[in-house]
């Protein structure tokens, strides 16, 4: 069972405004994660940590940017949002070694900029 | 680069067999992962595999094989829960942080 949970998992906000998208986890894993997605299409890799005080730019430039203060806590905030960040944000995690093959996903924040 | 190819979209009867494949191009593999996203859901873990051969879990099956970069997932005794969307997943020495999703595969299930 996955605990790994996102706030707000709906948000309609205006252009400009800033936004915090918080992501927390009670397994006590290592390497966090965040993904965009768009609906219907592939999952791209945004950011990424390998433990408290480690981040990381994934494969897709992103403005937004994350910290790792706490190991259970890895929120995404954007300083100024456009309608072309108008997506769904999944935080994930996973343990590192053997058994991070296997990576946890939260239940998605749905972004929506007007 | 990574790169994966896996169809769009896949139909199939209730009760049938359906296999999803997935081609991988990538410098550097570890192992493949599938995951099921249902509708506005998270996607899920199902399976991985880092040697060649079948790994079987129930109903869902995945199967490697390295020499060729393939793989695939089969459902067996489709049901309409697993209407859904299923990612293929490159775990590779390359890329931000070496893990690479594929496009996706719909699978509709008709009655």
């Known amino acids: 069972e996955a605990d790994i949970y996102q706030t707000p998992r709906y948000l309609v906000i205006g252009t400009g405004k800033k936004i915090t998208l918080e992501c927390s986890q009670t397994m006590g894993h290592d390497k966090m994660y965040w993904y965009q997605q768009d609906p219907g299409m592939e999952l791209h890799l945004i950011h990424y940590s390998y433990g408290v005080n480690s981040t990381e730019k994934g494969d897709l430039s992103s403005e937004s940017t994350v910290s790792r203060i706490r190991t259970e806590h890895f929120p995404l905030t954007l300083e100024s949002a456009r309608p072309s960040h108008t997506s769904q944000y999944l935080c994930?995690?996973?343990?590192?070694?053997?058994?991070?093959?296997?990576?946890?996903f939260g239940e998605g924040s749905w972004l929506t900029v007007v | 680069g990574q790169s994966l190819e896996q169809p769009s979209e896949v139909t199939a009867v209730e009760g049938a067999i359906v296999q999803i494949n997935c081609t991988y191009q990538t410098s550097g593999f570890y192992g493949l992962s599938w995951y099921q996203q249902h509708d506005g859901g998270a996607p899920t873990f199902l399976s991985y595999?880092?040697?060649?051969g079948l790994e079987e879990t129930g109903r869902f099956s995945s199967f490697l094989s390295r020499s060729d970069s393939y793989g695939y997932l089969l459902l067996q005794e489709l049901q309409m829960k697993d209407s859904a969307s299923y990612f293929c997943a490159v775990h590779s020495g390359g890329g931000a942080d070496g893990l690479t999703f594929g496009k996706g595969t719909h699978l509709i299930i008709q009655p």
């Open positions: 595999n880092a040697l060649d």
């Open positions: 994930a995690s996973s343990e590192l070694g053997g058994k991070g093959n296997t990576i946890y």
